[in-house]
């Protein structure tokens, strides 16, 4: 038996701006678009990409990271919300945020439906016991604001308004 499974998982962002040439190359494929807070996903893209450049950068302008980063995912969105409607409705899901935090398993088993996969009880369990293994915030929290990259929470909310009303995304709670 060959390891590993007979399907492809491709997961990147970019994706969202390549929804036609996606389904033009893999004409079967089952999409999961997920959503979630656009200004939480710039925050979390901008924190992501200053920690790395401290790696190999002296000095991080921390600024040109967040004025990049809120571009990108607004231009991403906007692909996205234009471009939806090239995804086969029986070939295609919308996963928010939030829906798949309070039940990721249930999702997955959704969205195995959808793929035509079987959900065996050796799968569901061997997740079952994945998520009692690794709970969320086991190893902490990273805490995230815009405002460290100069960037205005109202003003990209506003800004990506577009995309949170289009897809239904609820704004997420910061502490």
């Known amino acids: ?23 033009a190359t893999f004409p079967d494929a089952t999409v999961v678009v997920t959503h979630r807070d656009p200004v939480s996903v710039t925050a979390s893209l901008a924190t992501m990409i200053a920690y790395t450049a401290r790696l190999n950068q002296a000095t991080v302008d921390t600024g040109r990271i967040g004025r990049y980063w809120a571009d990108r995912v607004e231009d991403l969105l906007r692909a ?22 309070a039940d990721d398993v249930a999702m997955v088993e959704r969205i195995y439906a959808l793929a035509r996969q079987p ?36 003003e990209r909310r506003a800004a990506l308004r577009f995309y949170s009303e289009r897809f239904q995304v609820e704004p997420e709670v910061t502490a």
Not at 92 to 100: K, L, T
């Open 80 to 101: 996205c919300a234009g471009d939806r409607e090239l995804l086969p409705p029986d070939q295609s899901i919308d996963v928010r945020f939030g829906e798949f935090m």
């Open 1 to 23: 038996m060959v390891p590993g499974g007979t399907r492809w998982v491709l997961k990147s962002p970019q994706h969202l701006e390549q929804f036609g040439p996606l389904m």
């Open 119 to 154: 959900m065996t009880a050796g799968a569901r369990s061997a997740m079952d016991a994945f998520m009692a293994e690794h709970p969320r915030g086991r190893h902490g929290r990273i805490r995230y604001d815009l405002a460290d990259f100069g960037l205005d929470a109202a």
